[in-house]
């Protein structure tokens, strides 16, 4: 029975790809990649296309980000998922990161387990994992936990220590603002392991020079 493999491929840099996320795209006949935007390109398919089989078939689907459009393309994801694991083939979905953390598949995969389907989910390098890393910034020491939300719920930070910020994209002003006022430091990393990777701690800098592909990691001061 054909199978359908949720694949993290990482943050960005091709060589973070784990062992098992390449030995799964090599064995997949169909390659499904995301794109945010409507005709552009697949970031995660850019990561991994070097471990593709030249004779897999790619098919990049646009998923927009919330509302009914979105359910809407999630489903009509599905079905033409559905249509290639019927014909026996087996499916790789590609996810930037790692597969569940804030990824078009964690959608997807309801649809697809409520049919019976088999599954398989292959971890992958979380972004802020990647941009700790690139930024020599430890996320947490100890026994001191971590915070991790979207730019769109500031309102979740308390007493914490350490916080990571995703999904800033457009909210970089009233993020920082947030971090400023509750005793932050903070670090800013666009595009980790791409093409015009950039490492900031410079307020000016984050809000002015605006990446979708953007996280800040923020420790109390």
Sequence with gaps: MAKIYGIGVGPGDSELLTIKAVKAIKKCEVI???????????????IAKEYIN???????????MGGEEQEEKIYD?????????????????????????????I??????????????????????SACASL???????????????????????KDEKNVVIMKVYKREEE?????????????????????GQKITRSREEIINEKEYMSLIIAHRK
């Design 54 to 64: 030249k004779d897999a078939e790619i098919m990049v689907l646009h998923f927009p």
């Design 77 to 105: 994801a599905f079905k033409a998922v559905e249509e290639k694991l019927l014909e026996g083939k087996n499916v790789g979905f590609l996810t930037i990161g790692d597969p569940f953390v804030y990824s078009t598949y």
């Design 107 to 128: 959608y997807l995969l309801k649809h697809i387990e409520d049919k019976g389907y088999q599954t398989e989910t292959i971890p992958g390098i979380t972004s802020f």
């Design 135 to 157: 930024a020599n910034e430890p996320l947490v020491i100890g026994d001191e936990p971590l915070l991790i939300i979207p730019g769109n719920r500031l309102e979740a930070i």
């Design 175 to 195: 993020i920082l603002n947030t971090l400023e006022e509750k005793g932050f430091n903070y670090v800013c990393v666009k595009k980790a392991g791409r093409e």
């Design 32 to 46: 499904v990649a995301p794109s945010a935007m409507k005709g552009k390109r697949s970031i995660a398919l850019n």
